[in-house]
C-alpha cells in the first residue's frame, strides 16, 4: 500500500482571505491525505519550518495579497536551499492559487521558477476542485520516496529535518536493510526509564493550547535538561482517526 500524501495547507503572510484553501484542504482530506493546516497569515519561514518538521511531500497555498512573485519565490529558493544541503533528490512540491489576483503570464513565470502548479480562476472553473486535488495527489505519488536514514543511531543527534524522515519511516513502516538498524534503535528499550505522562483533553475553545504551553514554559524554567514530547490527537475522528487540527497545538512560546 502508498503511504498517503502528507500536504501542508495555508495562506500567504497578510492575507486573510482562507476560504479557498479551507475548502481545497477539506476535498484533498476526503482523497485520503494527511492536512497539516495552518491557517491564514503565514510567513515563508513558518510555512518551510512547519513544512520539514512534518516531512510533508507537498504545500498547497493561497495567495491573494498580491505579492505573490516574491513570496513564492522565496519559498522556492528556501525549499531549493534546504534540498541541495541535504542532497534530496525529492523536493517538497509547492502549489498554489489566487483566483484573479495572479494572471496567467505570472502563473506561468512562477512554474519556470519551480513551483509545480499554480492554479488560475480559468483552470479552476475548468478542472474543478475534484480535478485539482487529483492533480496535487497524483504528483505527490509520483515521486515515491525512499528514505535513507543517517547511520547516527541516537535520536538526539539528528537534525530537525532528518529527525521527522525518520519518525515517518516508523510510522508507515517503511523498513529496509538500510533502515533496519536504525528503526531498531529507536524501538522501546526494556531498561528505558519510564516517562510520566499527563492527560489534558476539553472541548475546542476551552484552553487546551495554553495550558500546555504554560505547563512546558514552567516545567523548563525548572529544569533545562527536560526531554518532554507532546503529542495531540483526537481518536474521535472516525474517518480520519484523528482531528483535522488535532495533531497541531498553537504554542506561543519557543522552547
Known amino acids: 500500500m502508498k503511504p498517503h500524501a502528507r500536504i501542508l495547507t495555508a495562506t500567504a503572510i497578510f492575507d486573510g482571505h482562507d476560504a479557498s484553501i479551507n475548502i481545497i484542504r477539506r476535498v484533498l482530506q476526503d482523497h485520503g491525505a494527511e492536512i497539516i493546516h495552518l491557517g491564514h497569515n503565514h510567513s515563508v519561514d513558518d510555512i518551510v519550518n512547519a513544512a520539514i518538521q512534518e516531512d510533508v511531500d507537498a504545500i498547497a497555498l493561497s495567495s491573494y495579497q498580491g505579492g505573490h512573485i516574491e513570496f513564492f519565490h522565496y519559498l522556492i529558493d528556501c525549499l531549493n536551499k534546504i534540498a541541495g544541503e541535504n542532497n534530496d533528490e525529492s523536493a517538497i512540491k509547492v502549489f498554489g492559487g489566487g483566483g484573479g489576483t495572479i494572471t496567467e503570464s505570472e502563473a506561468q513565470a512562477l512554474q519556470q521558477y519551480g513551483v509545480a502548479r499554480v492554479f488560475s480562476s480559468k483552470e479552476g472553473a475548468a478542472l474543478g476542485l475534484e480535478g485539482m486535488a487529483r492533480y496535487i495527489l497524483e504528483c505527490c505519488h509520483q515521486q515515491a520516496k525512499r528514505v535513507a536514514l543517517p547511520k547516527s543511531q541516537n535520536p538526539s543527534k539528528l537534525d530537525m529535518r532528518t529527525l521527522a524522515k525518520t519518525i515517518s519511516v516508523i510510522e508507515q513502516e517503511q523498513a529496509n536493510a538500510d533502515n533496519q538498524s536504525v528503526i531498531d534503535a529507536h524501538q522501546p528499550q526494556k531498561k528505558t526509564r519510564r516517562a510520566k505522562v499527563i492527560g489534558i483533553t476539553g472541548t475546542g475553545g476551552s484552553g487546551k493550547s495554553t495550558i500546555i504551553d504554560e505547563l512546558l514554559k514552567s516545567l523548563?524554567?525548572?529544569?533545562?535538561?527536560?526531554?518532554?514530547?507532546?503529542?495531540?490527537?483526537?481518536?474521535?475522528?472516525?474517518?480520519s482517526g484523528g482531528a483535522l487540527l488535532g495533531d497541531r497545538i498553537r504554542i506561543n512560546c519557543q522552547y
Open 220 to 239: 523548563l524554567a525548572d529544569e533545562e535538561s527536560l526531554r518532554i514530547a507532546y503529542l495531540a490527537i483526537d481518536p474521535t475522528r472516525k474517518k
